[in-house]
């Protein structure tokens, strides 16, 4: 059995650890609450652009923001995975790097990691991707210029996201660029008018404009989908926090109830050794008197 200053020294070192998942919790959750009014601001905003595109794009297509004159150069679909900065997320990134790989092929798939974690998880694996760009640490004006650059020179993009379900529950998703624009667009309301070169002067043209729309709202739903991986990171570090700290109350409870046992062992030893003390001294004084 250990002693009681032994284990008073592991107590204090799981208090320390109960104290700093509990930090880790408080922060979690608050990064949670601004995370999710950012995604809000940033819909509002995208609604508006779909109302405009829409009334201008009348044949319905989406072009990934290329002019009639632009061509894709790479023939091969490019596939961008949004994991965590760091490897404090739980396993929640290897689900996706996992969600990816299923069908991945080198041959008809280059890979953009956004986030250092997800990139050493590819390392491990021994896939190589074409390029990685670190998880943006604000959630505001984030700049996916570079990205939506990447995008327009492949003929099809796949985004792989993590999706915030609950605080508890997180998932992870893939869907197609083009799709990720039409479904966040799907939500407004149809236009009241249509605006075409009868009734409105284009410059240059209205497919230019129409282009420059696509290009400003691929930029609004990737950052969109990045808050959104955020999110649910933010939500698997709260609950694995949570369970840390759970477990560290609990190991703690424990480290109580050893620590009083240990000491009730030393005072019985103490209480032993007095009783056989006396004991031994009684048989003295009764042999010398004898």
Same mark, same amino acid.
């Given at each position: ?238 609950? !694995? ?20 046992? !240990? ?26 008197? !004898?």
């Amino acid at each position: 059995m250990k002693r009681p200053i032994e284990i008073a020294k592991d107590q204090a070192d799981m208090s320390t650890l109960a104290e700093l998942t509990s930090v880790f919790e408080g922060v979690a959750g608050m990064r949670i609450s601004q995370i999710k009014n950012q995604v809000q601001q940033s819909t509002k905003f995208f609604d508006q652009l779909w109302d405009i595109y829409s009334q201008v794009r009348v044949d319905g297509s989406f072009s990934f923001g290329r002019d009639k004159s632009d061509k894709h150069t790479i023939d091969k679909e490019l596939n961008i995975i949004i994991t965590a900065e760091g490897g404090f997320s739980g396993d929640i990134d290897q689900k996706l790097v996992e969600l990816m790989l299923s069908d991945y092929d080198k041959d008809k798939n280059d890979i953009v990691v956004i986030g250092h974690h997800g990139a050493v998880q590819l390392a491990q694996r021994g896939i190589t991707y074409k390029k990685y760009y670190k998880l943006p640490v604000k959630d505001q004006n984030i700049n996916v210029i570079p990205i939506v650059r990447e995008v327009l020179q492949y003929r099809s993009t796949k985004l792989f996201y993590q999706e915030y379900v609950s605080l508890m529950v997180q998932d992870v998703k893939r869907i197609e660029l083009s799709n990720a624009v039409k479904q966040r667009g799907s939500a407004s309301d149809k236009p009241e008018e249509i605006i075409s070169e009868t009734t409105y002067i284009f410059e240059p043209s209205a497919y230019t404009v129409a282009a420059h729309l696509e290009r400003s709202m691929m930029q609004i739903a990737i950052s969109q989908l990045i808050l959104e991986s955020k999110l649910a990171q933010y939500a698997s570090r709260f609950r !694995a926090m949570s369970t840390s700290h759970q477990r560290a109350d609990e190991s703690k409870d424990d480290l109580r109830m050893q620590y009083n046992r !240990a000491r009730r062992h030393v005072k019985d030893e103490r209480l032993k050794e007095i009783v056989n003390g006396l004991k031994k001294t009684n048989k003295a004084k009764l042999g010398a008197r !004898a």
